[in-house]
């Protein structure tokens, strides 16, 4: 049974910075490209950033490009996301998704919530 289990989000200053892991179990990670995207309430779901499966390649979406960086661990069966320099506009549930031609899992997120 495929599992994303993500974590490290919660509540955070303006400008401050949080570092979301999501470990992945049951499918063979090393071939999967990850992807995170996020909820805002009353809006859609966006894509935030993905990275190739081996990791050799990045894309992000523009309003997060500079301040967010995807990276995995493919030992460990785990990407992350850094996120810096975080504004209001960021809080929403942050979801990590792995996709593999048509195969696509989705964890069950985790809040980031930017207020002062």
């Known amino acids: 049974q495929v599992q994303l289990v993500e974590s490290g989000g919660g509540l955070v200053q303006p400008g401050g910075s949080l570092r979301l892991s999501c470990a992945a179990s049951g499918l063979l990670f090393r071939r999967y490209a990850m992807r995170w995207y996020r909820q805002a309430p009353g809006k859609e779901r966006e894509l935030v950033a993905t990275i190739t499966s081996a990791g050799g390649a990045t894309m992000y979406a523009d309003s997060m490009r500079g301040r967010f960086t995807i990276s995995r661990d493919n030992a460990k069966n785990t990407v992350y996301l850094q996120m810096n320099s975080l504004k209001p506009e960021d809080t929403a549930v942050y979801y990590c998704?792995?996709?593999?031609?048509?195969?696509?899992?989705w964890g069950r997120g985790t809040q980031v919530t930017v207020s002062s």
């Open positions: 998704n792995a996709r593999l031609g048509s195969s696509a899992h």
